[in-house]
T-cell receptor
């Protein structure tokens, strides 16, 4: 059974700092990995999707990497801003057309 | 283009009642998935529909059911509501089920 863990559970950083969020999974048989952000009480916004054959994806200040062999993905946020404050979730997509979500990292960027 | 639309946004129901939630996917998307989000269990998969067929189902009791219409719109039904069904219900759509998923704003269900 696939298990997805995100570390840290919560993170507080000053504005402008670069930061890394981690996602670990137990089964490397995945189709893709997605990173989402969720604002309080809202739906999920897709940030990046990495196919299983890819190593990384970039969008603006965000960079996500995938290492299937070690069961890890990281989301790098450069020059963090208060507007980046949210919960960040990684989700694994497999052959069964469902997403298995991690436990989430609550990020607070202090002005 | 319009995003994923879920209605209603908020619902308050009494134990024992039933409820129907609606999800309109992005135009052209044929896969619709439903998830339940609670503080204790996080995001859990309920079921996925593609071209009016349920392809996958999560580990939820039979009180949770769904369907998809020919225009890809989907509904989720929960019968005999329990207090523990209080949650944020999210639906997501994608082209065929393996691409980037787009989520709606969710329906907040409170069972009293």
């Amino acid at each position: 059974k696939q298990e997805v863990t995100q570390i840290p559970a919560a993170l507080s950083v000053p504005e402008g700092e670069n930061l890394v969020l981690n996602c670990s999974f137990t089964d490397s048989a995945i189709y893709n990995l997605q990173w989402f952000r969720q604002d309080p009480g809202k739906g999920l916004t897709s940030l990046l999707l990495i196919q299983s054959s890819q190593r990384e994806q970039t969008s603006g200040r965000l960079n996500a990497s995938l290492d299937k062999s070690s069961g890890r993905s990281t989301l790098y946020i450069a020059a963090s801003q208060p507007g980046d404050s949210a919960t960040y979730l990684c989700a694994l997509g497999g052959a069964t057309n469902k997403l298995i979500f991690g436990t989430g990292t609550l990020l607070a960027v202090q002005p | 283009k319009a995003g994923v639309t879920q209605t209603p946004r908020y619902l308050i129901k009494t134990r024992g009642q039933q409820v129907t939630l609606s999800c309109s996917p992005i135009s052209g998307h044929r896969s619709v998935s439903w998830y339940q989000q609670t503080p204790g269990q996080g995001l859990q998969f309920l079921f996925e529909y593609f071209s009016e067929t349920q392809r996958n189902k999560g580990n939820f009791p039979g009180r949770f059911s769904g369907r998809q219409f020919s225009n890809s719109r989907s509904e989720m039904n929960v019968s005999t509501l329990e207090l523990g069904d209080s949650a944020l219900y999210l639906c997501a759509s994608s082209l065929t089920g393996t691409e980037k998923a787009f989520f709606g704003q969710g329906t907040r269900l409170t069972v009293v």
